[in-house]
């Protein structure tokens, strides 16, 4: 924090002024590569993105938008020649391939599609912005049959076979299985987005996930039709948080 003056006044070290003009240059020349959702909101509150190894969570009640507002973002990413590789544990794939469809075209998920229309719709997707098919790749795990491990070493092989992935998506969280379980889901969770972090720091990407608010307020909330706000749901949801 000292000016280069002082810098050189009080310092015995062979430090040339040339060499620490050109280290604040190349500071802030050289910022971390973003990866943008591509929503302005988000962007701007995040610093304009995460960078690599940096972690978004997307949290919300059951049926409320969670794996939408990530399609969302791989498509913005998509569109900005991003590669990304997802990894969906709560939908099934021919659920997912609709979702993704949706996204894609605007068609309403009520609508069915065929296979062969989707192939053709994500091969288009691609051609028409001149993107390589190789910037996107979906996993369909069983739920809860998947550990953090597992997760790390599919990302490495991704990035051995199609080359450098810059996001990894986690759809969703609650569903990887924890290396060591813990007496309450809130602890398990927070071992698994520590790991899910430490995962994008080792593969170098950045990584986006999704937690439940969590589920005794949503069941309540279906039973009830009301939001019960008990001491022991609000706890769990601020420990989440």
């Given at each position: 924090?000292?000016?280069i003056s002082q810098v050189?006044?009080?310092?015995e070290a062979p430090c040339?002024?040339?060499y620490?003009?050109d280290?604040e240059?190349?500071l802030v020349a050289?910022?971390?590569?973003?990866?943008?959702?591509?929503w302005?909101?988000?962007?701007?509150?995040?610093?304009g993105g995460?960078?690599?190894g940096?972690?978004?969570i997307?949290m919300?009640?059951?049926?409320r938008g969670?794996?939408?507002?990530?399609l969302?973002?791989?498509?913005n990413m998509?569109e900005?020649?991003?590669k990304v590789l997802?990894?969906s544990?709560?939908n099934?794939?021919?659920?997912m391939e609709?979702?993704?469809?949706?996204r894609l075209?605007?068609?309403?998920?009520?609508?069915?599609?065929s296979?062969?229309?989707y192939?053709?719709?994500?091969?288009?997707?691609?051609?028409?912005?001149?993107?390589?098919p190789?910037n996107?790749h979906i996993?369909?795990?069983?739920?809860?049959q998947v550990?953090?491990s597992m997760l790390?070493a599919?990302?490495?092989q991704?990035?051995?076979?199609f080359?450098?992935?810059?996001?990894v998506?986690?759809?969703?969280?609650?569903q990887v299985?924890p290396?060591?379980?813990?007496?309450?889901?809130?602890?398990e969770l927070g071992d698994l987005?520590?790991d899910?972090?430490?995962?994008g720091?080792s593969q170098?990407?950045?990584?986006?996930?999704?937690?439940?608010?969590?589920?005794?307020n949503?069941?309540?909330e279906?039973?009830h039709m009301?939001?019960?706000h008990?001491e022991?749901?609000l706890?769990?949801?601020?420990a989440?948080?």
């Amino acid at each position: 924090a000292l000016p280069i003056s002082q810098v050189h006044s009080e310092w015995e070290a062979p430090c040339s002024r040339e060499y620490l003009d050109d280290r604040e240059l190349r500071l802030v020349a050289a910022p971390p590569p973003l990866v943008q959702t591509g929503w302005q909101k988000i962007d701007d509150s995040a610093g304009g993105g995460l960078s690599a190894g940096e972690m978004g969570i997307v949290m919300a009640l059951t049926g409320r938008g969670k794996t939408a507002s990530m399609l969302s973002m791989v498509v913005n990413m998509l569109e900005a020649g991003k590669k990304v590789l997802f990894f969906s544990l709560d939908n099934v794939k021919s659920r997912m391939e609709t979702r993704i469809y949706a996204r894609l075209t605007g068609v309403p998920m009520n609508q069915p599609v065929s296979l062969p229309t989707y192939h053709a719709t994500i091969e288009d997707f691609f051609l028409s912005r001149n993107l390589s098919p190789d910037n996107w790749h979906i996993r369909y795990i069983e739920p809860r049959q998947v550990s953090v491990s597992m997760l790390r070493a599919m990302v490495e092989q991704a990035q051995e076979r199609f080359g450098k992935q810059d996001v990894v998506f986690i759809d969703y969280g609650d569903q990887v299985k924890p290396d060591t379980a813990k007496s309450e889901k809130r602890h398990e969770l927070g071992d698994l987005f520590e790991d899910f972090r430490s995962l994008g720091k080792s593969q170098d990407v950045a990584v986006w996930t999704a937690t439940q608010a969590n589920r005794k307020n949503a069941n309540t909330e279906r039973k009830h039709m009301t939001f019960i706000h008990s001491e022991e749901n609000l706890g769990e949801a601020f420990a989440k948080v």
